[in-house]
């Protein structure tokens, strides 16, 4: 089995995505442009949406890493299909939700291996999301109405994770040393909801800096707002660049 890892010369790069939230599909490719040199890898959502696997085919051809946040959730059937599908497009991350189960995301595994061995390409990188960052205490408790707190829920989501054989999870910054003592040592540890000291959370209920969550052990900080609404957007970027060079130093 071969699976997306290969690393650029800049470590800061590695581990920063900025999440591609805007639906202009000529100012989301400008963004790219301005920032690939600083910026490792781009996640899609609304705009795969509106421009599909053209849009994640652009990006490949710009030689940037792709993250396909489909947060996939449906029969296991279903999600062969896509295992299938985001293997041959060539994306370097795909997100799954664990809440649908083990069976589910093991289908998305198998089915993905199989076509990474007959097309002879690497299959991406699969996480699964474990809690969003937007859901807080209450609401996994009374709106969801899922027992224990969401650290506990987290654990258990990474547990599931594991044994579907995923390469790793998305959980909040505050979850990361409980995350990797549940998972082995490689697995991949996706973290939304940092932001730099003072700059607003926005609708993340459980958030913490870029710096301590490198510290505890996150590969990947996704960040969107604090970039993309920032009027100069490489100063941001090569502020977040300092942070994670000093929490690494
Ligand atoms: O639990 C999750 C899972 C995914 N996300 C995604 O991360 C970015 C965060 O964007 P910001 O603008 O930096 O808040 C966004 O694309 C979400 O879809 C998440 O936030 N939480």
Redesign the pocket.
């Known amino acids: 089995m071969s699976v997306h890892t290969e690393r650029s010369s800049s470590p800061s790069r590695d581990k920063l995505c900025l999440?591609l939230?805007l639906t202009d599909r000529a100012a989301l490719l400008d963004i790219v442009d301005e920032l690939k040199d600083l910026v490792g890898w781009f996640?899609i959502?609304s705009a795969f949406t509106l421009f599909g696997p053209e849009l994640v085919r652009e990006l490949l051809a710009r030689d940037v890493r792709v993250f396909l946040?489909l947060?996939l959730h449906d029969i296991p059937n279903t999600l062969a299909g896509y295992g299938t599908a985001v293997t041959e497009l060539g994306a370097h991350l795909v997100?799954v939700h664990t809440s649908g189960g083990v069976d589910m995301m093991r289908s998305l595994v198998t089915s993905a291996d199989e076509a990474a061995a007959q097309l002879n390409k690497p299959r991406p990188t699969f996480v699964g999301?474990?809690?969003?960052?937007?859901t807080d205490q209450t609401g996994l408790n009374q709106e969801l109405n899922v027992p224990g707190t969401v650290e506990e829920e987290v654990a258990r989501r990474a547990g599931l994770a594991k044994e579907a054989g995923l390469d790793g999870i998305?959980?909040?910054p505050v979850e990361l040393a409980t995350a990797r003592k549940v998972l082995p040592d490689a697995a991949f540890l996706v973290t939304?909801?940092?932001?730099s000291p003072g700059v607003s959370?926005?609708?993340?209920r459980r958030v913490g800096t870029h710096a301590n969550a490198i510290a505890d052990g996150s590969s990947l900080l996704?960040?969107?707002?604090?970039v993309?609404h920032s009027e100069d957007r490489r100063t941001t970027v090569a502020q977040i660049v300092e942070e994670i060079e000093e929490a690494r130093a």
């Not at 996704?222 to 604090?226: E, F, L, S, T």
Request: net charge positive.
């Open positions: 999440a939230d996640k959502n946040d947060k997100t999301v474990t809690i969003l960052t937007s998305v959980c909040a939304p909801g940092t932001r959370g926005n609708d993340h996704v960040i969107g707002r604090q993309l």
